[in-house]
């Protein structure tokens, strides 16, 4: 472990700007979305608090536990914050359980993340890899450039603005070594898009979806809770995992179909959820590991080549219904035309294929044993939606579809 820095934002406390400070922050905000002037002040190294419960602090782990590759995926990300993440992983990561961190740089055009990053990874002590695609892939095909290269037996996703906590590892690839199957999640401690103040997640959250397929989090009932207390278990399984933060064995990964080669990003992480659960792997998020996330309002980046963002996103999630929702496929398509139209043009026959040759359960299964408390309709449901015959008005203009349950 390294020595770490007080400064700015040390222990995890908000960066207050001076006014001057404060108006160059605005003027530079969109380049990111987030606050690029107080991420600059903020030390690569800085210190942050522990957040776990008491009862993680003392556990001590198996120390034959599977080393690990950690991919990194970026596009013209921040300096401060790239370099932050890759020192955060190495300074709160025991160092035999670090195989090697792999930066895919998804042909990024900023000056600053080539020879000046290329210089900094050098004075690490982990083997740091760079990878440069000569054109922009999107985040799935980038991550699959690093899985490519990793030599760890676990692949560790990550996003470029992250900072990892102690202990966040050693929880992650203990269940991985339990069993292979288990796809594991740290808890996503939200670090402020103004302010990079540190705050620790929700632990009793896990991941769904809606209508649109669209990610979403959602409370876990008080019958799940005590159910996990009464098995005297605190991991928690997750339909939908967010998919910017996960371990994963790596020949698991591979043995499972790696991702669906959507265009660019979205989506992927419904896909995978879907094909995980239905397919006999289990995904967990683990309150005993905890990753921070800047949490942006909006992407800095638009998808190239002018792609409409609507279109990239709905043909992917076509992709994620047509292979693994069966008929539920067309409730989906029902409240989506845009999705229903593309379709229609999609060639699914490889995935289609895995799903038969990995011998995966029906959407139905997953509904009625992975999320149970889902709101889809099920036979004799009623679904719909309202409309107000006065004004000529249909209720998606107001209200969400709903079920009735019968």
Not at 29 to 49: C, E, G, M
Not at 357 to 374: A, E, M, R, V
Request: proline fraction near 3%; aromatic fraction near 12%.
């Amino acid at each position: 472990m390294e020595t770490m820095t007080a400064g700015y934002g040390s222990n995890g406390v908000s960066v207050y700007l001076t006014s001057k400070e404060a108006s160059k922050s605005k003027h530079l905000f969109a380049i990111n979305q987030f606050n690029l002037v107080a991420s600059d002040l903020i030390p690569a190294n800085r210190t942050l608090p522990d957040v776990r419960k008491s009862k993680w602090r003392d556990i001590i782990y198996d120390k034959h536990l599977p080393d690990t590759s950690v991919i990194i995926v970026y596009h013209n990300e921040a300096y401060s914050a790239l370099i932050r993440t890759v020192v955060s992983v190495i300074n709160k990561s025991p160092s035999h359980l670090l195989n090697e961190i792999i930066l895919v740089d998804d042909y990024s055009n900023r000056t600053f993340l080539n020879n000046d990053l290329e210089v900094f990874v050098k004075t690490l002590k982990v083997r740091v890899k760079i990878i440069r695609s000569q054109k922009r892939v999107g985040l799935i095909k980038a991550r699959l450039m690093g899985a490519q290269e990793a030599s760890g037996k676990v692949l560790t996703f990550l996003d470029s603005h992250c900072e990892c906590t102690i202990g966040w590892l050693e929880p992650l690839l203990s269940r991985i070594k339990e069993n292979r199957k288990n796809v594991v999640c740290p808890v996503i401690d939200v670090i402020n898009d103004e302010t990079f103040s540190y705050q620790k997640g929700i632990e009793l959250y896990r991941g769904g979806f809606n209508w649109n397929l669209q990610f979403r989090w959602y409370s876990m009932s008080i019958g799940m809770i005590r159910s996990l207390e009464a098995q005297n278990n605190s991991n928690i399984p997750t339909p939908v995992m967010a998919g910017g933060l996960f371990s994963i064995d790596k020949d698991y990964f591979y043995h499972m179909g790696t991702y669906d080669l959507f265009e660019f990003w979205g989506g992927d992480n419904i896909e995978m959820s879907f094909r995980i659960w239905q397919c006999g792997g289990r995904i967990e998020i683990l309150p005993a590991s905890h990753v921070g996330h800047v949490f942006r309002k909006s992407s800095p980046h638009d998808y190239p080549h002018g792609k409409s963002s609507i279109k990239v996103v709905f043909q992917n999630l076509a992709r994620v219904a047509s292979v693994w929702m069966d008929s539920w496929q067309d409730l989906f398509y029902r409240t989506s035309s845009v999705a229903k139209k593309l379709s229609t043009i999609i060639d699914v026959s490889e995935r289609k294929e895995l799903r038969r040759k990995l011998k995966c359960k029906s959407f139905k299964w997953y509904l009625q044993n992975i999320w149970p408390d889902h709101f889809m309709p099920m036979e004799n449901d009623v679904f719909g939606r309202v409309s107000h015959n006065q004004v000529g008005l249909s209720a998606h203009q107001f209200f969400s579809w709903f079920t009735v349950r019968v």
